[in-house]
């Protein structure tokens, strides 16, 4: 199983992106799909889950400006980031389990600047 991330770059404050993550390999189902991040000097941290029923969970620092979606025909977790900040800027990771075991995918950096 591999997890493909992409969608990263560089925006200006008050910018979006849009992140996605393509799941592939041996599937039979995804479970529950995750948006972690990492800033420079800190650790990994949830940003934001999506079940496979797609229940919702964010984190407090991104909630009311990022939008976890998920379309389970493509095996694919989006992640629309509006208003975005400096304090935004990390390697973004995606994560899911799948057949009982979780998984990580490269991470894809965003950089919040002017």
């Known amino acids: 199983v591999q997890l493909q991330a992409s969608g990263g770059g560089l925006v200006q404050p008050g910018g979006s992106l849009r992140l996605s993550c393509a799941a592939s390999?041996?599937?039979?189902?995804?479970?529950?799909m995750a948006w972690f991040r990492q800033a420079p000097g800190k650790e990994r941290e949830l940003v934001a889950r999506i079940s496979s029923g797609e229940s919702t969970i964010y984190a407090d620092s991104v909630k009311g400006r990022f939008t976890i979606s998920r379309d389970n025909a493509k095996n694919t977790v989006y992640l629309q980031m509006d208003s975005l900040a400096p304090e935004d800027t990390a390697v973004y990771y995606c994560w899911a389990i799948v057949g009982g075991e979780g998984y990580w995918g490269r991470g894809t950096l965003v950089t919040v600047s002017s």
């Open positions: 390999g041996s599937i039979f189902s995804v479970n529950a």
